[in-house]
C-alpha cells in the first residue's frame, strides 16, 4: 500500500531550528514535496525534491534519501508567522500526490 | 495576478440539499483537481481533470460529481450532502509539463451541513 509517515505534531522555539521528518512508501515515485498550511487556509508551495540531496531555499531546505524512502524539512531562524501544519506528499507513478496527514509546527516565544 | 480562485469561501446547505462549488484558474494549467480536507487530516483526492479527460478515484462516493465546461473552470456538485461531508474543499491546478509538478491551491471553500 501506500503510505506517508511524519509526526502529528511537534513544538520549537522561535529563533530557533527545527528539522520536521517524513517516511514513505509509494507506488512508484516522481519526488516529493513539502507544503506549508495555516489553518483554515490552502496548502502552499515550499518545495520539490527528485534528486537526493539538500535544497536549500532561503531558511527552509529540504533533504531526500530515494533509498531511506525519508525526506526532512528544515526551518532556520523560526519565526512566530511559521506557526502552521508542514504537509509531506510523495508523487507516484500516476504522477498522483499521496499526501501525509501533516505536522502542526507549533512556535513558542 | 495568475491564480485559483474559489467560490463561495463559506458555504452553509441542509442535508440533503444540493449544493455546487466553484474553481476557476487564470493560470491555464491543463490539469485540475478537488480535494477533500477534514481538520487534521491529509487532502484527499476526490476527481482530476487531465485537460478534458475526467478522473473519479475509485473511492470517491457517488454524490460527488463534477463538471469541467472548459479550460478555466471547474465544479463540485455534492448531490445530497450528508453530515459527514462537512469540510473544506479545495480546488488545484497544475502544469503537467517535464519537471513540473507543483500544484497550486485556491483558498478553498469551508462547507457547513446543517
Known amino acids: 500500500g501506500q503510505n506517508i509517515d511524519q509526526p502529528t505534531e511537534m513544538t520549537a522555539t522561535e529563533g530557533a531550528i527545527v528539522q520536521i521528518n517524513c517516511t514513505y512508501q509509494?507506488?512508484?515515485?516522481?519526488?516529493l514535496f513539502w507544503y506549508q498550511q495555516h489553518a483554515g487556509e490552502a496548502p502552499t508551495f515550499l518545495s520539490y525534491?527528485?534528486l537526493d540531496g539538500l535544497e536549500e531555499k532561503g531558511r527552509f531546505s529540504s533533504f531526500l534519501s530515494r533509498s531511506k524512502g525519508y525526506s526532512y524539512l528544515l526551518l532556520k531562524e523560526l519565526q512566530m508567522k511559521d506557526s502552521a501544519s508542514y504537509l509531506c506528499?510523495?508523487?507516484?507513478?500516476?504522477?498522483?500526490?499521496?499526501w501525509g496527514a501533516g505536522t502542526k509546527l507549533i512556535i513558542k516565544p | 495576478d495568475a491564480m485559483v480562485i474559489q467560490n463561495p469561501r463559506y458555504q452553509v446547505t441542509q442535508f440533503g440539499k444540493p449544493v455546487t462549488l466553484s474553481c476557476s484558474q487564470t493560470l491555464n494549467h491543463n490539469v485540475m483537481y478537488w480535494y477533500q480536507q477534514k481538520s487534521s487530516q491529509a487532502p484527499k483526492l476526490l476527481f482530476h481533470?487531465?485537460?478534458?479527460?475526467?478522473?473519479n478515484e475509485a473511492d470517491t462516493p457517488d454524490n460527488f460529481q463534477s463538471r469541467r465546461p472548459n479550460t478555466s473552470f471547474c465544479f463540485l456538485d455534492i448531490r445530497s450532502p450528508g453530515l459527514g461531508d462537512a469540510a473544506m474543499y479545495l480546488c488545484a491546478t497544475s502544469k503537467e509539463t517535464s519537471g513540473s509538478y507543483e500544484q497550486y491551491f485556491g483558498p478553498g471553500t469551508r462547507l457547513t451541513v446543517t
Open positions: 509509494t507506488s512508484g515515485f516522481n519526488g
Open positions: 481533470y487531465y485537460d478534458k479527460d475526467f478522473n
Open positions: 525534491n527528485v
Open positions: 506528499a510523495s508523487m507516484d507513478s500516476n504522477y498522483q500526490l499521496i
